[in-house]
């Protein structure tokens, strides 16, 4: 299975990239949607507005932030929207904050990366199941 991994969106695009997501509720500041090489752009996947306010890029928020942001996932329509979107590709999640590890883009990948190693196991048990 294909990785999924993060970047930032002023970053140009690689060859490597695959589908290129936009996992942020706002877009980028000083970007032109034709500079951007986008493929799609979830706002919805992103952390709710409240969330985001309370976090403000605190790094001394950033683990209780990740709890709140994964909970808010777990029932998050846009998890199945992005994971049949990129299927077994490889994805590029990108994101337009500063610092590169304490951002919601990183917490993201590493849920659909669980995600997606979950369906083909439900799969597998429910053919198992029904045979």
């Known amino acids: 299975m294909a990785s999924i991994v993060i970047k930032r969106v002023y970053e140009p695009r690689a060859p490597d990239d695959g589908k290129r997501i936009l996992v942020d509720r706002l877009w ?3 970007l032109q949607k034709e500079e951007a090489s ?11 507005p409240s969330l985001r306010v309370w976090f403000d890029h605190r790094a001394d928020r950033f683990t209780e932030f990740k709890q709140r942001y994964r909970d808010e996932l777990k029932s998050n329509p846009a998890v199945t929207e992005v ?5 077994d590709r490889k994805a590029t999640l990108l994101y337009a904050a500063r610092d590169t590890t304490v951002n919601h883009a990183s917490i993201l990948a590493g849920f659909l990366i669980k995600a997606r190693k979950k369906k083909p196991m439900a799969r597998k048990l429910a053919a198992k199941h029904l045979s």
């Open 83 to 87: 994971l049949k979107a990129i299927g």
């Open 38 to 48: 986008i493929d799609l752009w979830s706002k919805d996947i992103a952390p709710t």
């Open 28 to 30: 980028p500041r000083g």
